[in-house]
């Protein structure tokens, strides 16, 4: 029971949006909201293709976030390894920069990264927007990342060792395979990251062709700035698809990964 009521809780926000998204102007103006619309209408999504570039925007957002959780794995990945098979000072240093670089706020380091940024030519640039991605969700992939390498028996490395294979060959065919559920969750979770931000897409792009999806959802506007409700959340709607549809690709990769490496551990 307790288990039905947690998963009601974080399903409410997201069944209320789609609720909201198909209610007509008379629905969400009135005093007395019902949980179902009345007259389902797609009013509201004809209203927001019509008003805001939603499909340029989210391939904009499906560039940036898939090229930034694919660069960040990939760094990740040697970065992990080093950091648990090889331990030193750096390497404790490095665990010590993952959690302190979690904890200074946004508006702390986006005017120094502004000003490196414009000195490399890459402000209102989508390149300079995946460089600051990758760099953002990087610590947190290094995090994960360790926790699937200690779980890797070490004797399996020395096995291949003793095989004649060297440490390159036997990270790409020892190991890499008994990863692949951190790879895939690690990347998933680096492509929402990625494909939510809002603040550094906000400050560093400027041109509205290059603009993502979660800027774009702060121009429904109706009448005196106020939001315009239901155009927003069909928007809103459209954006979570693609969080929702590369979750559902990589979840038989996912739980495929966890029998592949049970089964060669």
Known sequence: MALLCYLVFLAFPLLWLVSTAFKSPQELGSLHPTWLPKHP?????????????????????????????????????????????????????????????QMFPLVLIII??????????????????????????LPFALWMLQGYVKAVPASLEEAAA??????????RS???????????ATL?????????????????????????MSVILTHFLGAEGAADLGPLAAASVLATLPSLLFFA??????????MTGSVKG
């Open 41 to 101: 209408t797609l009013d509201n999504f004809r209203s927001a293709f019509d008003q805001q570039p939603l499909l340029h925007s989210a391939l904009n957002s499906l560039m940036v976030a898939g090229a930034a959780a694919v660069l960040s794995v990939g760094v990740a990945v040697p970065a992990a390894y080093v950091m648990v098979r090889f331990k030193s000072r750096v390497s404790r240093a490095g665990t010590g920069w993952i959690l302190v670089s």
């Open 112 to 137: 120094p990264l502004f000003m490196v940024l414009k000195n490399l030519h890459l402000i209102d640039s989508r390149i300079g927007l995946t460089v600051v991605y990758v760099v953002w969700t």
């Open 188 to 212: 998933m979770f680096s492509f929402v990251t990625a494909w939510n931000e809002f603040f550094f897409a906000l400050v560093l792009l400027k041109s509205p062709e290059k603009q993502t």
């Open 249 to 258: 690709l990589l979840q038989k990769r996912l739980v495929g990964g966890m």
């Open 162 to 171: 003793i095989d004649g294979c060297s440490r390159l060959r036997t990270l």
């Open 174 to 184: 020892v190991v890499l395979p008994l990863l692949v559920p951190g790879l895939v």
